[in-house]
């Protein structure tokens, strides 16, 4: 089913990758005042990006709130009580439910998300540091006395490989961002607008509502939406996670169980070993289409796992096939399309060249993803698909990149009976990304930020 | 009979809670359940496969346009998949085997008797649990032919053989079916494992 949408409506990087903005920075702020604080959305109205913009754009300007936040701002109460429970809870709440435990316990997350007090965040990307400094100093230039700036602001940056501007990797040298769901959505009465990459001719277009509110979902329906709805129509729920990746210890485990893996499979290396863990292979090549790092190039997303059934090519417990099973679960995608994510994630933090020791300085991803359903989206791929393994036959084994391992984690790399490849166990999985911060936020439409500020969002 | 699936009972319980209890004291009394060396209290019961305490005593608000809805009690939620075919077999373990802590429970509940070797007290216990069943219409097990016992043992089996299969990839075939043969010794000639152990 396709719908109509108002492009002008809605918040410009839910829909827009904006590739040619590497850089970012997250600006944090707490109001004292609800009156001020609506003050300040009608001033930043007039800077917010929205998904009518194209792709020349130098510098975009978004916005989101926490719960906390909307009540900051005054909502009236019968609003803030139909939000969805997890929204009103918090990530920090749901710690023990997102396996946020030990290192990535939130008593031990950096500032200001550690604290209370996040009332909204301003996401401010540009093309060039000088266009960053530009746009930011006017967010903060416009905010009155009554609203604070949280600190420290989170900087972000994307990372290319090998100058390649057009491929960006994250630390542990892998190719992100390559997958995005193609949203089933008229504009202008043509199916020419994509959220990021094509998900592949042969799968299903994922309906518009399950990342868009007031609009139908995979279930046919307009899922639960806060009231009053012209409040909440157009926005969506924004999840965001600060990951620290331990890169040393990411590169010298696989150094080490690739000393293993060499007598058991001889002419594997290490990259092999990363590639089974994570997926594709570095470039982004998918190992469900391309088996051998000499054949490389092929950055794909139009494959699926249903000729691999057994994880001969792509292992059944690796992060991409978790994170997005694509045709594994049958039923014509419709299982998997419940839980689909578009992610908007970036990068921060200084590279750790290869051969270095440990530097022990913050690096790893800030991870954003847009979902209608917090519950059924987010937290069940978390939940689910990363930090437990039933659904792909892996037992309670956990995601080998983003699981939270205990140091005991355990990964079955299949073998393959055609080629007499025997299986690996790769033991000892250590944690390798420890979550440093994060929290759910709501990210309104442009009408839905014209009504906070004019305190017209009523439900009677 | 409905509420059997094999030689597993399923048993739903609602039970009023007392005006006069504290439902947040209750709520943090049931999380520290967890803090028993062996997971639960409940482990102690040989016979329960699963067991969940739930407390309701609010409802969702729906949204525009449904009103605040209330309701007359609070109640503890007890739902419990155990091996046998009768609740009379649940009660008796649970009055015998843990006491003190189905009276710290159960205790707050509203009419609950006494828990007593006295037949008669045993008597009304179970009467107490059949009036607060919910009538099941279709309950569904994984294994409803296996016991906690063989549960347990398959699944000390797994494990054991998990770690095999780990410590001796990569040698000789002739190595490792030695050390099967060690291996294989070793788990049938063990006790079984009891609940919550490890």
């Known amino acids: 089913m396709s719908a109509m949408l108002e492009l002008h409506d809605i918040q410009g990087n839910i829909l827009r990758e904006y590739g040619s903005l590497h850089q970012a ?32 754009i130098r510098a975009a300007t978004n916005i989101a709130f926490t719960f906390a936040g909307l009540r900051a701002f005054g909502l009236p109460t019968s609003s803030l009580v139909s939000f969805p429970t997890a929204f009103q809870d918090g990530m920090r709440a749901r710690a023990l439910l997102l396996g946020d435990v030990e ?16 009332h ?33 602001h989170q900087e972000a940056e994307a990372i290319f490989a090998n100058g390649n ?38 799968h299903r277009m994922v309906a518009l509502g399950e990342f868009i509110l007031g609009y139908p979902d995979e279930g046919s329906e307009i899922g639960a939406m806060p009231v009053p709805h012209a ?43 990363a590639a089974k863990m994570i997926g594709r292979w570095p470039d982004g090549t998918p ?47 419709r299982l998997v399309n419940r839980h689909r994510l578009i992610r908007r994630g970036i990068t921060y933090g200084a590279p750790l060249p290869v051969g270095s020791p440990d530097d022990h300085m913050p690096r790893g991803l800030l991870f954003l993803v847009f979902n209608a359903d917090i519950e059924r989206q987010f937290e069940f791929v978390q939940r689910q698909w990363i930090n437990d393994g039933d659904k792909f036959r892996q037992g309670n084994d956990r995601d080998p990149i983003l699981g939270s391992h205990d140091g005991l984690g355990r990964m079955v790399i299949p073998g393959d009976e055609r080629e007499g490849r025997p299986p690996f166990f790769c033991t000892g999985i250590p944690r390798f990304v420890t979550a440093k911060g994060g929290d759910y936020f709501f990210a309104p439409s442009l009408t839905g930020l014209r009504l906070m500020a004019s305190s017209g969002v009523r439900t009677t | ?66 009103k605040y809805d209330t309701l007359t009690s609070a109640y503890l939620l007890f739902a419990c998949n155990f091996d046998g075919s009768d609740i009379e077999e649940l ?108």
């Open chain 1, 25 to 56: 920075r997250f600006i944090f702020f707490r109001t004292r005042s609800a009156v001020q604080g609506r003050r300040y959305i009608e001033a930043l109205l007039p800077t917010i990006t929205t998904a009518k913009s194209g792709d020349e």
């Open chain 1, 103 to 118: 290192e990535s316990d939130p008593r031990s997350w950096d500032r200001p998300w550690r604290s209370e007090a996040l």
């Open chain 1, 120 to 152: 909204f965040m301003v996401m401010v990307y540009a093309a060039s540091r000088m266009e960053l400094e530009q746009t930011c100093r006017k967010v903060v230039q416009l905010a009155p006395d009554e609203i604070e700036e949280l600190r420290p």
């Open chain 1, 165 to 202: 501007r057009s491929l960006r990797i994250e630390h542990f040298g892998f190719a992100e961002g390559l997958s995005n769901p193609h949203i089933d959505f008229l504009a202008n009465g043509m199916r020419q607008f994509r959220a990021g990459d094509v998900d592949g001719r042969d």
């Open chain 1, 231 to 273: 409040f909440s129509r157009n926005g969506t729920y924004l999840v965001v996670r600060k990951l620290h990746q331990h890169v040393a210890r990411f590169r010298h485990f696989i150094e080490q169980q690739a000393t293993l893996l060499q007598r058991i499979i001889p002419g594997t290396d290490p990259t092999y070993l």
């Open chain 1, 287 to 333: 190992l469900a289409k391309v088996t051998s790092s000499a054949i490389t190039g092929h950055i794909s997303n139009e494959f699926g796992y249903a000729d691999d059934p057994e994880g001969a090519l792509c292992p059944l417990g690796a992060h991409i096939r978790r994170a997005n099973p694509r045709d594994s679960f049958g039923f014509d995608e």
């Open chain 2, 1 to 66: 009979m409905s509420n059997l699936n094999g030689n597993i009972y399923g048993y739903t319980g609602l039970f009023p809670i007392k005006r006069d209890v504290d439902c947040s004291v209750l709520r943090a009394d049931l999380r520290s359940l967890d803090s028993h060396p062996f997971g639960s209290p409940l482990s102690s019961i040989d016979i329960v496969h699963t067991a969940r305490l739930v407390i309701i005593d609010r409802l969702p608000f729906q949204g525009e346009p449904a």
């Open chain 2, 91 to 198: 009660v008796t373990a649970i009055a015998t085997t843990i006491p003190d802590t189905f009276r710290s429970l159960w205790g707050r509940c509203v009419a609950v008797p006494a828990v007593s070797p006295d037949p008669a007290a045993r008597a009304e216990l179970i009467e107490y649990f059949r009036r607060c069943q919910i009538r099941t219409t279709l309950f569904l097990v994984d294994q409803p032919g296996t016991t906690v016992k063989q549960i347990l043992r398959s699944l000390a089996l797994t494990r054991r053989f998990a770690a095999f299969v780990e410590q001796h990839q990569g040698e000789d075939p002739s190595i490792v079916q030695q050390r099967f043969e060690d291996m294989w010794q070793a788990f049938t000639a063990a006790p079984s494992p009891s609940p919550g152990s490890w």
